[in-house]
């Protein structure tokens, strides 16, 4: 089973839409969560880091499910700047006990006009 | 906003050639990484520095590779003798603790192997 689970998609949405990725991950263990935005051949930015509680950055709401080791992004009213590839990620202890960050496959989001 | 510099943006080399990839983390962070993105797949994990040593490294961190931070501000990727599998992007990333948060990456090296 892949550490960290992403459906690669595209998602094809109209400006203004709603849309949702999911991801699951494996390791139990795990303690931090994030999702990241890459844009083509470009350096994962941070988007937000994701709570139990649930958080909400303007139009972007993250959700994390520990029991069910599961991942979700809400993005509301889709502009033509989200057209790019959100990649879930979850830190993962070493063996020296820092974290180091795994890597989902991503998901891509094209927005149209 | 600080950054994570890397150069050289894009490196052509022949097959068996040594590159030293560079990067100039962030002044005040502590933890050093260097990550990996073969076109088309995910982000890896190759290597993570503190202290002056290597804390943990990757599989794919053979022999081949090494990492050096020669003087206060950079910290170097080495890769010996470079083979077709090599190409990829890399990234060099910072962070001022070691639990995940507050990661910085740098723009990356596309590294293209001939």
């Known amino acids: 089973r892949k550490e960290v689970e992403q459906d690669p998609g595209p998602f094809n949405v109209p400006e203004g839409a709603t849309v949702a990725f999911n991801c699951t991950y494996s390791?139990?263990?795990?303690?931090?969560f994030f999702w990241y935005r890459q844009d083509c051949r470009k350096e994962p930015k941070l988007l937000m880091s994701?709570?139990?509680s649930g958080n909400e950055d303007g139009r972007f709401t993250a959700q994390l499910n520990r029991a069910s080791q599961y991942i979700s992004l809400l993005i509301r009213d889709s502009k033509l700047s989200d057209s790019a590839t959100y990649l879930c990620v979850v830190s993962k202890r070493g063996n020296t006990g820092f974290q180091k960050l795994v890597f989902g496959t991503g998901t891509r989001l094209l927005v149209s006009p | 906003e600080p950054e994570v510099t890397q150069t050289p943006s894009h490196q052509v080399t022949q097959m068996g050639q040594e590159v030293i990839l560079r990067c100039v983390p962030i002044s005040n962070h502590l933890y050093f990484y260097w990550y990996r993105q073969i076109l088309g797949q995910k982000v890896e994990f190759l290597v993570s520095f503190y202290n002056n040593e290597i804390s943990e490294k990757s599989e794919i961190f053979d022999d081949q590779f090494s990492v050096e931070r020669p003087d206060g501000s950079n910290f170097t990727l080495k890769i010996r003798s470079t083979k077709l599998e090599d190409s990829a992007m890399y990234f060099c990333?910072?962070?001022?603790?070691?639990?995940?948060?507050?990661?910085?990456f740098g723009s990356g090296t596309r590294l293209t192997v001939v």
């Open positions: 390791n139990s263990a795990s303690q931090s």
């Open positions: 990333a910072s962070s001022e603790n070691g639990d995940g948060i507050g990661y910085t």
């Open positions: 994701v709570y139990s």
